[in-house]
Structure formats: structure tokens, C-alpha cells
């Protein structure tokens, strides 16, 4: 189903509702899966890509919940948000997917509470990294050249393409060697918010051992300021832009 077209999602619907009606069942939950993902600085491409990763992440979810929600308020039941921990806090150079996964969860947020009267629950599921065919290399080398050939002729002038190839290698843009391979640890969420006769609100699927989880609790604890030097501290060894470049050199 494609999320982004009002006719697909009604018709798949209207469906469904044929289909409940014809055998005496009610639908008890909607799972919003879909979801897309770009790299790159945020002024590189163009606005386009923002109205593309929102038109999916956000506006599909909200899309989806709002045609089936008659279907879910007959019977009582769930809607479950796939999300992103990169809705909590934002990583740099993946500021376009930050921002529609903090707009979905404040989407799921409200959804959650103005529907509490009707009986249903809503949960979301805010995995980090995991081997999936959208968070592989190919893909990300991808949308990284998507973007850089998409961005004006001042941006690209400006970043340079020595940065752009270095940019587009790192292995480390998204932690891929300490992604998650057992996705499982996101699916059994996903089973239990549906399942569970009082699931959670919040499922948090990191992978790894317990002190990244430590890691990624405390740091949405700390105060922007110590976070930034953080991320900051990352990307130290990284090649600078290079009009950043010649600022330095002339000083």
C-alpha cells in the first residue's frame, strides 16, 4: 500500500471494511511500518527531499490512523508507530529523518491521549540502528549521491568534492558496524504492543550489550551543550569543507 496516495490507502480500506463485515470480525490493530531515510548536511538537495521523507514517515502515518481509526475504535483496539530513536534526539546529518520522526512521535503522542476515551492504545517502537535493506551501504551511498547531485552549484562549491568523497565512505556515518543484525529485537515489540492485554507506550529496541543502552538513556539526559560537543567530538578527524578550508587558511 502505497502511504503517500489518499485513493490507495481509502481503497485498501474500503476493502477491509467489506471484508470484516462479510465474516463478522473487527480489525484490532494498525501497524504504521513505512518509512524512508536520507543522509547529508541539511542544505544539501533540496526541499523536495524534506516533502519526501515527511510525505512517508509523518504524513503516511497520519494518513493511514486517521481512515482506520473508525475500524479501530469499534473494536477497542491498537495502533502501533514504528518510529525511530532518532526521534528523540537529533544526529547530525540525518537532520531530515530527525525531524520526521520527532514529528511522528508527537503525532502518536496526541493520538494517544485523545484517544484514550475510545479505549485504544496507542504504542510506538523507537528502534536504533539494524541491518535492514534500507540501512545498508548501497542504499546510503545512494541517497548521499542523490543529494550532493541535487544541491546547488554554491553548496557543492562550498563542502567541495573532497569532502563529498570522504563523506560518501564513511562507514561510520551511521554506526552500520555496531547495527543491529537480530531484528527480531524490533519485531517482538512490534508482536507485543499488538498482543499484550496493557502494553506499553514506549518500546525501545537498542542492539548490543546493556552499556549502549546505558549510553543512549544518559544521553538524553544531558544538556545540549555537552551533547553537541559530543557529536562534535565524532567527526574531529573528518576533512573539513572547503570553504570552511580557506577560512582557516587566511586567518
Do not use: C
Not at 475500524?71 to 537529533?90: H, Y
Not at 543512549?216 to 544538556?223: N, S, T
Amino acid at each position: 500500500m502505497d502511504v503517500t496516495s489518499d485513493e490507495e490507502v481509502k481503497a485498501v480500506y474500503e476493502q477491509i471494511q467489506k471484508d470484516l463485515t462479510q465474516n463478522g470480525e473487527q480489525l484490532w490493530a494498525v501497524v504504521n511500518n513505512a518509512g524512508i531515510i536520507t543522509l547529508g548536511p541539511l542544505d544539501w538537495g533540496t526541499v523536495d527531499t524534506y516533502k519526501r521523507i515527511f510525505e512517508v514517515n509523518t504524513f503516511g502515518m497520519v494518513r493511514v490512523s486517521r481512515t482506520f481509526l473508525p475500524l479501530i475504535r469499534q473494536s477497542k483496539g491498537r495502533i502501533v508507530n514504528l518510529v525511530s530513536m532518532a526521534g528523540r534526539f537529533t544526529v547530525e546529518n540525518l537532520g531530515i529523518y530527525s525531524m520526521s520522526k520527532h514529528a511522528a512521535i508527537s503525532f502518536s503522542d496526541g493520538l494517544r491521549r485523545e484517544t484514550r476515551k475510545w479505549g485504544i492504545k496507542v504504542s510506538t517502537i523507537e528502534p536504533m540502528v539494524y541491518k535492514t535493506p534500507m540501512a545498508g551501504p548501497d542504499y546510503f551511498t545512494r541517497e548521499v549521491e542523490k543529494q550532493w547531485n541535487e544541491s546547488s552549484d554554491d553548496v557543492r562549491q562550498l563542502y567541495g568534492q573532497a569532502y563529498y568523497e570522504n563523506y560518501k565512505t564513511r562507514k561510520d556515518t551511521l554506526k552500520l558496524t555496531t547495527a543491529g543484525d537480530n531484528i527480531y529485537e524490533v519485531i517482538d515489540k512490534m508482536v507485543d504492543a499488538i498482543r499484550n492485554p496493557d502494553p506499553k507506550i514506549r518500546y525501545v529496541a537498542i542492539p548490543g550489550k546493556n552499556f549502549h543502552k546505558i549510553a543512549i538513556f544518559l544521553a538524553q539526559l544531558l544538556p545540549l551543550e555537552v551533547s553537541d560537543q559530543m557529536f562534535a567530538h565524532k567527526t574531529t578527524g573528518a576533512p573539513k569543507p572547503a570553504g570552511l578550508q580557506q577560512l582557516v587558511n587566511e586567518e
